[in-house]
């Protein structure tokens, strides 16, 4: 009887010190919903105490008070890149199952400071949620700095998602630990830009079919269906497995400037596929993403990881898509092609470019969005 009385009484202190926002492991517990926190990326609010996701590169910021910050996420979030203020970007782990709680930074002068995070990893089978900050004890989150004003939108498979990139080894094969949006073509392109960009990728997706499944598609989960929803889902019917899978995405929380679409590369994959298909998927993804971002332009890239014919039929078939689309009245529609990799020290795992090809490509990209875009 005492045990369960002692329980009890632990249960409600835990409660009252969260509603008091001070978190037992001293220090002042700061709330997801705090309206401080800044977030970017397909993230779903259905429970603000838990806001949840699982595509690369979901961003939060804040800034804070005091000399030290504390991170916690659900057991098995995975991984995130932190950075605070303009110091070097480190990873941070939440892989096992009571990891709850991640030190950011301790012993910093007593002072403002900027923390930003990006998610690393495709999460489609963790279902990450951020779950607050812990500050020194009696401090607060202050105004952060505003996203830029510049918005990019990346749509892709495993090359946008960052597949291995910190890999050493082409034949080695996936792990989350070698896999790093941060240092995507995508985010670097991004940051050379100064702009924000979001992700809807997910390695083996395809347009019409994805990696190594049916010659007739892949219709319940390639990308014109999955990028409908907030999350990601092997396959519609599993969307039970988290609530938030269920969500139709709100595009008007999101109207980038340009949209760039990187797939085909698991289409076209062991030599089983279908041309007419593989139009009629680009064709159907493109209306999807202009009925959504009416005012954007649309860019379909190719590159890295097609090669001889693969990659001369996803050109042509692209110069097609673009080209209809501009004789149909749409004249901001575009096509760009980033390098293949040309050698083993471009490799990460799988084949997959590693984080110089990254770059590379990075490179590539930023020069032609920034005439494109007129971002100098």
């Given amino acids: 009887m005492k045990k369960t009385f002692l329980l009890a009484l632990m249960a409600i202190t835990s409660l009252t010190a ?16 705090d309206k401080h926190i800044l977030y970017a990326g397909r993230i779903s609010f259905t429970n603000p105490e838990r806001p949840a996701w699982n595509y690369p590169g979901v961003q939060i910021v804040a800034a804070f008070e005091g000399t030290s910050l504390k991170m916690m996420a659900k057991p098995n979030s995975g991984y995130f890149v932190a950075q605070i203020d303009g110091a070097e970007p480190f990873k941070v782990a939440f892989r096992g199952a009571k990891d709850s709680v991640v030190t950011l930074a301790t012993a910093l002068p007593d002072a403002r400071h900027t923390v930003r995070l990006m998610y690393a990893i495709e999460g489609y089978e963790m279902y990450p949620e951020f779950w607050g900050f812990i ?5 607060q989150l202050v105004d952060a700095p505003a996203f830029p004003s510049r918005k990019i939108e990346f749509i892709g498979n495993s090359i946008t998602c960052g597949y291995g990139n910190e890999g050493t080894d082409r034949n080695e094969h996936f792990e989350y630990e070698t896999e790093n949006h941060y240092y995507s073509y995508a985010s670097i392109t991004a940051r050379n830009l100064c702009a924000q960009h979001w992700v809807v990728a997910r390695s083996g997706i395809g347009a019409y079919r994805n990696y190594g499944e049916a010659k007739t598609g892949s219709p319940r989960s390639c990308m014109p269906v999955q990028y409908e929803y907030t ?7 599993l969307r039970k497995e988290a ?16 949209v760039c679409i990187n797939l085909g590369t698991n289409d076209l ?8 298909l593989l139009k009629q998927g680009y064709q159907k993804l493109y209306q999807l993403v202009r009925t959504h971002n009416p005012k954007a332009k649309i860019v ?3 590159g890295s990881m097609l090669y ?9 078939l692209l110069d097609e898509v673009t080209a209809e689309a501009k004789k149909s009245g749409d004249k901001e529609v575009y096509r760009f092609d980033m390098s293949p990799i040309q050698s083993n020290e471009w490799y990460g795992n799988d084949y997959h470019p590693n984080i110089y090809q990254d770059e590379k490509m990075a490179g590539e990209l930023t020069a032609y969005l920034r005439s494109l875009m007129n971002w100098f």
């Fill in 18 to 33: 969260f509603a008091n926002k001070t978190f037992p492991l001293k220090g002042t517990f700061v709330s997801p919903a």
């Fill in 135 to 139: 500050l020194d004890s009696g401090r």
């Fill in 231 to 237: 999350g990601y889902a092997l396959d519609l019917d």
């Fill in 243 to 258: 609530s938030f899978l269920k969500e139709k995405w709100d595009f008007s929380r999101y109207q980038p400037d340009v």
């Fill in 269 to 276: 994959s062991t030599r089983n596929y279908d041309l007419t």
């Fill in 300 to 302: 379909f890239l190719t």
């Fill in 308 to 316: 001889n014919q693969e990659l001369k039929e996803a050109r042509q």
